[in-house]
């Protein structure tokens, strides 16, 4: 089992900007996925970014160049830094750890961590 923590979340004014944490623990393989997903109000839960162990980056379209997704695998630690904050941007954000190993095959949630830009 993995356990995902979340932290950073807010409100902030748009244009602001906010940098959440995710802390996983627990049977952590050393090949790997993580991310983030958002789920607004009324609108099915959607990709942000994900981040490899190796360093491949994925990122949706909507970011555009605004938001930064790293991770440090020494702390196994994956961060999202969130750039020019538009109402938009509102929703719960899922931390996400992922991995497609054969025998290793994993796929766990946070629990969500909001985050609200208001104009």
């Known amino acids: 089992q993995v356990q995902l923590v979340e932290s950073g979340g807010g409100l902030v004014q748009a244009g602001g900007s906010l940098r959440l944490s995710c802390a996983a623990s627990?049977?952590?393989?050393?090949?790997?996925?993580m991310g983030w997903y958002r789920q607004a109000p009324g609108k099915q839960r959607e990709l942000v970014a994900t981040?490899?162990?190796?360093?491949?980056?994925n990122y949706a379209e909507f970011v555009k160049g605004r938001f930064t997704i790293s991770r440090d695998n020494a702390k196994n630690t994956v961060y999202l830094q969130m750039n020019s904050l538009e109402p938009e941007d509102t929703a719960v954000y899922y931390c996400?750890?992922?991995?497609?190993?054969?025998?290793?095959?994993?796929?766990?949630w946070g629990q969500g961590i909001q985050v609200t830009a208001s104009s």
């Open positions: 981040i490899s162990t190796g360093g491949s980056l």
């Open positions: 996400n750890y992922y991995c497609n190993v054969p025998f290793r095959r994993a796929n766990y």
């Open positions: 627990g049977s952590i393989f050393s090949v790997n996925t």
